[in-house]
């Protein structure tokens, strides 16, 4: 992934390496009112039991790094989720599709 930012805007935030292996980039824009975190994530289309840990641990990276702040948070991201119907706000009973 690659994001390209002025740098008078943001401050990239180191992560953890607990979540090296994901494809996530976080910064905080900073020259904006309000400041904020930005998350730009992309999770591959796999449906396995690597995906369902690699989500899991998704998610509890954002639960971490919003912690941290007090800035609102923005998430970016092509999560890869075709069973999702928007419209209806259903989707299947996976552990993929579920926390959405």
């Known amino acids: 992934m690659c ?5 008078c805007w943001a401050i990239n935030i180191d992560i953890d390496p607990v979540y090296s292996d994901l494809e996530l980039i976080c910064l905080d824009v900073v020259n904006a009112e309000p400041s904020l975190r930005l998350f730009i994530t992309y999770r591959p289309p796999n449906c396995d039991s690597i995906a ?16 941290m702040t007090t800035r609102p948070n923005i998430i970016v991201s092509d999560f890869n ?11 299947l009973e996976d552990k993929i599709h579920k926390p959405f």
């Open 52 to 67: 369902e840990y690699n989500l899991a641990k998704l998610i509890d990276c954002f639960g971490h790094y919003n912690m």
């Open 3 to 7: 994001t390209l930012v002025n740098k």
């Open 81 to 91: 989720l075709p069973k999702i119907d928007w419209e209806l706000r259903n989707c």
